[in-house]
């Protein structure tokens, strides 16, 4: 038996997991919200990891039963995200590797989603849509790298739904894309937005200028509702992540579709990719937002696949980086 | 640590290259955990690229830390964010140690 902790923090989320060979034992997070209008700092959302940590640490070790020595291997986010929160993270982790005798090891967040939903999903060789509030990518994975197909060339999706929260002052709490999510379903009238599929890539940045700018005008002058708007803007950043997966799916001959990170927990994008998948006889492959939103066991379920396969991190290297893309890292763990 | 102990000595000064120094000593009960704590703090290369040097030892039981740099300002933003990755690093310490016989 192997068991790995896992120790998140790239961005707004704080989670500590425990896995013990494909069981979750243990998954607690955290998560800082701001008040309406505001998105979150690197320095303020360290301050906030930095004082719960230890507390979410105890938990995951509380819950799993567990004690640092049935611990094998202590696993952390290396990149990509915010510096300063990725940071705080890893200082905890080099600790309690040292203090407790064991290997570290630096994950890929990316990789990290990606083997979660592997692991929830049982979806053997899935084309991988990636989406979240730092990251935009359709990937597939072949001779030991997991690809990137298509992905944005500007802002990440979840980044569009969000700035775009702020904008019309959406609470954050629990996340603003699940209110987006939520008020959407109340939107009856469809606004005509910027559709900007490039090839295998998309933009969102030109969508997101043009509902802010419309948005105040719109609402104003009683045109349309904040929900009609909710509405729009989903409908039409769906229609192009379901549009490059779909293009992906057919350049791969692939049959299955799995969709992690915080925007896949959107039911909305899921029930629009089902249509996608059902029309080519393919399977869907999704997780919920316990699995979806960034957290402690998916670094410790890609921990444990590279753990198993021989790798670990020296302590010298185990610097974090902003910069991180999915197919830097070799996937040892898949034939 | 034992007692949480920041009070170390520091000293603030323009030396003969003209350059601001500041120096922090760090007392820990043993050179292991003092070593724990360097090797936990050493991995993160400083944001800034120019304009201040950073160098961590262990001296004893003690981790010794010395900056140089040009402008005040830059050197009291990398001490702070120092003493916040420190008192993490002794939070961490207290709470999940002491470290585990090798």
Redesign the interface.
Known sequence: MTVVIGFEGSANKIGVGIIRDGEVLSNPRRTYITPPGQGFLPSDT?RHH?GV??KV??EALDEAGLK??DIDCVAYTKGPGM?APL??V???A???A????KPLLGVNHCIGHIEMGRLITQANNPTVLYVSGGNTQVIAYSERRYRIFGETIDIAVGNCLDRFARVIKISNDPSPGYNIEQMAKEGKKYVELPYTVKGMDVSFSGILSYIEDAAGKMLTSNQCTAEDLCFSLQETLFSMLVEITERAMAHCGSQEVLIVGGVGCNMRLQEMMMVMCKERGAKLFATDESFCIDNGAMIAQAGWEMFRSGQVTE??????TQRYRTDEVEVTWRD | MANGNMAAPSKEEINTQNKLEFSLNVPFPSTREASIALRSLLPDREPRKGGITKKMAISGSTLCVRWTADEARILRVSVGSFMEHLTLVMETMEAFGPPVLL
Do not use: E, H, N, Y
């Open positions: 360290a930095r940590i230890l640490l105890k640092p020595c510096g940071v705080t890893a200082l905890v080099r600790t309690v040292q203090l407790w005798g302590l010298s290297d185990s610097w974090i």
